[in-house]
């Protein structure tokens, strides 16, 4: 069996300070990020309690080659990819919002909607909707940055109104999302997907709007399959998906929802090697590539001096 990375703990010449997220560590230098994309995995903002082996390479270099493709309508903080596992790049103040886009009725939004709301972050939505319909236009709901615990829905008004983000700032963060959301699209309809919905951060480099951390991976979006979307939607059957939800809905048929005294189900070996498959399918399938799995016998080491060759 692989081995996953659950966790680094490095010291590094210049390093200010270390910050551990849910599934990426963050060593921050004076003017530069080095992000290892963990292996750890989370779910409903729990982080579950083994990694899957190869999950960070495949998110970081599906990131990877996403930026560079994004590059020519927003700056992004990327400035090299030295392991497989690792990106360094520009040291951005981040906005403390999340610019969520859906251009369907999915995820947390269908739930939301079944559950009797009409409006999403201040966004009204149309009656007579179903699970995963096309919605008139993409709308944006944007959700507070939370460091632990649920980020939470918030509206654009409530943004503006609270001085999170100025309102001249904010609207630029739309125009980006929104054109990101159109390039994603485009992509993904090359390989046979429809991007569904997907969120992109945001910081401030030298004062300019610059594109931060992941986009397009399995985690931060959520993919249909194009050849029977709407066959399946016509006959009200669950869509075929490209995204982290499978490993949800593993959750829930499990009675686990990331609530108050719900208990992690046990992860086996054969369940750990399942979501690794599906992660490195989802590689696959998104980039048209062969997925090549890093040697992981030394990982730490080799992330080690990776990032020490490059900072």
Not at 89 to 101: D, H, L, S
Not at 121 to 135: A, F, H, M, W
Not at 160 to 165: M, R, Y
Not at 283 to 290: H, L, R, S, W
């Amino acid at each position: 069996m692989s081995k996953g990375l659950k966790s680094t703990d490095f010291q590094f010449e210049g390093l200010i300070r270390k910050y551990t997220g849910k599934v990426r560590d963050v060593y921050e230098f004076k003017d530069k990020l080095a992000m290892v994309a963990s292996d750890r995995i989370s779910a409903f903002d729990v982080v579950l309690p083994e990694p899957i082996p190869f999950k960070g390479q495949v998110l970081n270099q599906i990131a990877a080659k996403f930026l560079a493709a994004t590059a020519d309508i927003v700056p992004n903080w990327v400035d090299s990819v030295p392991d497989p596992s690792v990106t360094i790049g520009k040291r951005c103040e981040p906005f403390q919002v999340e610019m969520v886009i859906r251009g369907y009725l999915a995820g947390h939004a269908w739930r939301e909607y079944r559950d009797g709301k009409r409006q999403i972050c201040g966004v009204p939505l149309p009656e007579g909707l179903k699970e995963n319909d096309k919605l008139p236009q993409p709308i944006i709901t944007p959700t507070t940055k939370a460091h632990e615990g649920h980020d939470e829905d918030i509206s654009r008004e409530e943004i503006i109104a609270q001085g999170i983000v100025e309102e001249s700032l904010y609207t630029q963060l739309e125009d980006y999302t929104e054109k990101l959301f159109q390039r994603g699209t485009e992509m993904a309809a090359e390989r046979g997907l429809i991007l569904v919905d997907t969120k992109y951060e945001f910081g401030l480099y030298n004062d300019e709007i610059t594109l931060i951390d992941e986009i397009h991976t399995p985690d931060s979006s959520r993919y249909f399959y194009k050849d029977t979307y709407e066959s399946l939607q016509e006959k009200g059957e669950e869509q075929r998906q490209l995204s982290k939800e499978f490993v949800r809905q593993w959750l829930i048929s499990e009675g686990f929802q990331g609530k108050e005294g719900q208990k992690i189900p046990v992860m086996t070996e054969e369940k750990v090697n399942s979501i690794s498959d599906r992660y490195i399918e989802l590689f696959e399938k998104i980039t048209g590539q062969d997925f090549e799995r890093a040697n992981t016998e030394d990982i730490e080491n080799r992330i080690k001096t990776n990032i020490e060759q490059s900072i």
